[in-house]
């Protein structure tokens, strides 16, 4: 099936890396790069969930997706990866860095490794990952990454060490933009809101959370992976060739409005104090 959104062929003969591509958002980019011409190769750890993925996407779309193991916080390993990837497909245009997750937590139950485990994949992942690329091709040949981020410009109660991680990661981005720009690498982050994925399932709360995120969204809806891959590709394409740099926020209007988590109010609240003027006091 092609694109709805773009152009059929538009990454002909391109190659793309997409962590995290064998569940949810980072499916959904797999397949919009693949309908769009690009051999795209999906990554992350657990080899059944990938291997499903990389069969089915490939029924979808009609060509095939290659599946291939990796943890990003493994160094070694995402060198690994890219050298197969560059020795089987001879080049990475695209680089999308989803692979991701974290759990939620009030901070003052986090404990050193859950808060080091959250930093090593969202944060250290990422940069292993983009890393190895740019120094096997990107910065010889140029490309374009994306990162996937989250929320970040205001608080985030229960997920303190996923949101400093996707906040570093939205600072490299800009870093990395600048330091790589004249070779050829643009490099943005997409924050997404709240997106109806299937890694939603895995939070305790279920159900009655998500009817939750979905009142205080302006839009009063979950947003769709597919929302967040057309994103992707618009910057992938030459319509973003002059974007770099930049966190760019799919959220229905979430982040402008809304409370994430109801704080207690303390009984009783503290009174209202309505002050006369010092010359007018009694
Ligand atoms: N859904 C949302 O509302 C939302 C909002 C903001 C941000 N995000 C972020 O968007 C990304 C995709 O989320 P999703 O909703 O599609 O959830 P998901 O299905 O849980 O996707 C996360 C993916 O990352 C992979 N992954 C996790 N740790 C990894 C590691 N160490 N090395 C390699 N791959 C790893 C997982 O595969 P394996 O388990 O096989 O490794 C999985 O495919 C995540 O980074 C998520 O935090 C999601």
């Avoid at 690994?80 to 989803?98: C, F, K, M, P, S």
């Avoid at 207690?264 to 006091?281: A, F, G, M, Q, Y």
Wanted: net charge negative; glycine share 12%; aromatic share 6%.
């Amino acid at each position: 099936m092609n694109s709805t959104i773009f152009r059929d062929g538009l990454f002909d003969g391109q190659v793309a890396v997409v962590s995290g591509g064998g569940t949810g958002i980072g499916a959904a980019i797999a397949r919009e790069l693949a309908r769009l011409g690009c051999t795209v190769v999906i990554a992350s750890r657990k080899r059944d969930v990938i291997e499903r993925a990389a069969a089915g996407l490939t029924a979808q779309v009609g060509r095939e997706v290659f599946g291939d193991v990796c943890d990003i916080r493994d160094r070694d390993g995402v060198r690994a990866l890219v050298d197969r990837t560059l020795e089987r497909h001879g080049r990475i245009d695209h680089l999308v860095n989803n692979g991701g997750g974290q759990f939620f937590a009030p901070a003052e139950t986090i404990t050193p490794n859950g808060f080091d485990a959250v930093v090593s994949t969202n944060l250290t992942g990422t940069w292993n990952l983009t890393r190895a690329a740019a120094d096997a091709w990107m910065l010889a040949n140029g490309g374009t990454v994306t990162n996937i981020t989250m929320l970040t410009k205001r608080a985030f109660p229960g997920m303190a060490h996923s949101h400093a991680a996707r906040a570093g990661v939205e600072a490299l981005t800009r870093t990395l933009s600048v330091e790589w720009a004249a070779r050829g690498v643009r490099i943005n982050s997409i924050a997404p809101g709240y997106i109806a994925s299937s890694g939603i399932q895995r939070y305790p709360q279920g159900l009655d959370l998500i009817r939750t995120m979905q009142k205080v969204v302006p839009m009063k809806r979950l947003g769709t992976c597919d929302e967040v891959a057309w994103m992707v590709a618009f910057l992938h394409s030459p319509a973003g060739a002059y974007i770099t740099g930049q966190t760019l926020t799919v959220d229905g209007g979430k982040e402008l409005w809304g409370d994430y988590w109801p704080i207690p109010d303390p009984d009783p609240l503290p009174p209202i104090e309505v002050p006369v003027e010092p010359w007018d006091e009694p």
